[in-house]
């Protein structure tokens, strides 16, 4: 059975920083193109960011580039999202998704993706 999950989200103020991690299991992690995406009340759910942990590619969404990482430890099945510099915007739930193959043009479509983790809030302050 495929699971993910979520940790790491919080409260911190505007300029700071948190690191979400996403945890998979039940399949073969480097097959899959793995996303964080993000939804804020009454806004529709955005990719973030997105990584092939098989080959090391990444994507980002042009709000966060320069202030978010996404990277991958293999050995532990992880995503991590490193989130420097974060604004008041910023707040949202936070999920992982997961599906197999690539990336490039859909990781971003959040109806491509069937695996999804249960969601962790970050919520940025001013």
């Known amino acids: 059975q495929v699971q993910l999950v979520e940790s790491g989200g919080g409260s911190v103020q505007a300029g700071g920083s948190l690191r979400l991690s996403c945890t998979a299991s039940?399949?073969?992690?480097?097959?899959?193109?793995m996303v964080w995406f993000r939804q804020a009340p009454g806004k529709e759910r955005e990719g973030v960011a997105a990584?092939?942990?098989?080959?090391?590619?990444?994507y980002y969404a042009d709000s966060v580039k320069g202030r978010f990482t996404i990277s991958q430890d293999n050995a532990k099945n992880t995503v991590y999202l490193q989130m420097n510099s974060l604004k008041p915007e910023d707040t949202a739930m936070y999920y992982c998704a997961a599906k197999t193959a690539g990336c490039y043009g859909i990781w971003g479509v959040p109806e491509y993706f069937s695996t999804w983790g249960q969601g962790t809030q970050v919520t940025v302050s001013s």
């Open positions: 039940g399949y073969t992690f480097s097959n899959y193109c």
């Open positions: 990584i092939r942990p098989g080959s090391g590619s990444t």
